[in-house]
């Protein structure tokens, strides 16, 4: 099994910036995939960005040049770097974990995005 407790997630003004954080329960080295996702009111939960065990990372096209996933191995922990923050980012984001076949979601912490 795999715990995630996500944090910093906060009310930011447009432009603005916000690091995510994803602290995982064991090695991420033994997760094959983690990733952020995010949910809008009203909206379905869509990828935002994911870095697999290799180091290998994925972005949705609209988070490009403006979001970073990265990690901290010896922190097992997951990091999301959002920069240029729009109102149309706001949501729950969610910290995804893939291990083996089964999947793993933390609690999901809010982000707003609003003058």
């Known amino acids: 099994q795999v715990q995630l407790v996500e944090s910093g997630g906060g009310l930011v003004q447009p432009g603005g910036s916000l690091r995510l954080s994803c602290t995982a329960s064991r090695s991420i080295f033994t997760i094959y995939n983690m990733g952020w996702y995010r949910q809008a009111p009203g909206e379905q939960r869509e990828l935002v960005a994911t870095?697999?065990?290799?180091?290998?990372?994925n972005y949705a096209d609209s988070v490009k040049g403006r979001f970073t996933i990265s990690r901290d191995t010896t922190k097992n922990t997951v990091y999301l770097q959002m920069n240029s923050l729009k109102p149309e980012d706001t949501a729950v984001y969610y910290c995804k974990a893939v291990y083996g076949r089964d999947v793993y979601w933390g609690q999901g912490t809010q982000v707003t995005v609003s003058s």
């Open positions: 870095i697999a065990n290799i180091g290998n990372t």
